[in-house]
Antibody
Framework: QVQLVESGGGVFQPGRSVRVSCAASGFIFSSYAMHWVRQAPGKGLEWVSLISYDGSNGYYADSVKGRFTVSRDNSKNTLYLEMNGLRPEDTGVYYC???????????WGQGTLVTVSS | SHELTQPPSVSVSPGQTATITCSGDALPRKFAYWYQQKSGQAPVLVIYEDRKRPSGIPERFSASSSGTTATLIISGAHVDDEADYYCFSRDINDNHRGFFGSGTKVTVL
């Protein structure tokens, strides 16, 4: 079965950097685009980023463009989100999600909480 | 900017009909998708491509889209339908980017 397991969350100071990861299993990881979606505490969903199946192209929400970088290692079945220049408004649960056919977010991980606070 | 606007909350009695709207300039050209999110859980797709229902989703969930407004309808709402509902669409200028609506809390009581 498809499993997506995020890790790397924690408490970070504003301006610092962090990389969160998403370990994938149960499907051919290298064949699918992958998303990052975040959710601030008590708030709505926000699409953050998409990376193509081969890692050649990344796309970003305006709110993170220039600060966040999405990447993947298909040999390790792992997706990454490098977050630089963290801001308090980046606080939230970060979910990775597998792009599907009819469903843009066919499978979701359980999320990892990133808290940006001094 | 690309925004999808939803009402913050909708209340419905069990067995009645709940209607949730999603308004955005991209919707005449881009499909709307609807996700249900229960507390502490990952979202689940309930409608794709404006009006199609995935297998396993009850028939009481239906949807339509006209002009700049997409609409999700829950006919004969169950207590179990109480959740947050989000619309989603692709960016009108870049199909690789997307946006969620602001979310609607549906209360069934």
């Amino acid at each position: 079965q498809v499993q997506l397991v995020e890790s790397g969350g924690g408490v970070f100071q504003p301006g610092r950097s962090v990389r969160v990861s998403c370990a994938a299993s149960g499907f051919i990881f290298s064949s699918y685009a992958m998303h990052w979606v975040r959710q601030a505490p008590g708030k709505g969903l926000e699409w953050v980023s998409l990376i193509s199946y081969d890692g050649s192209n990344g796309y970003y929400a305006d709110s993170v463009k220039g600060r966040f970088t999405v990447s993947r290692d298909n040999s390790k079945n792992t997706l990454y989100l490098e977050m630089n220049g963290l801001r308090p408004e980046d606080t939230g649960v970060y979910y990775c999600a597998k792009e599907g056919g009819d469903d843009p977010f066919e499978y979701w991980g359980q999320g990892t909480l990133v808290t940006v606070s001094s | 900017s690309h925004e999808l606007t939803q009402p913050p909350s909708v209340s419905v009695s069990p067995g009645q009909t709940a209607t949730i709207t999603c308004s955005g300039d991209a919707l005449p050209r881009k499909f709307a998708y609807w996700y249900q999110q229960k507390s502490g859980q990952a979202p689940v797709l309930v409608i794709y491509e404006d009006r199609k229902r995935p297998s396993g989703i009850p028939e009481r969930f239906s949807a339509s889209s006209s002009g700049t407004t997409a609409t999700l309808i829950i006919s004969g709402a169950h207590v179990d339908d109480e959740a947050d509902y989000y619309c989603f669409s692709r960016d009108i200028n870049d199909n690789h980017r997307g946006f969620f609506g602001s979310g609607t809390k549906v209360t069934v009581l």
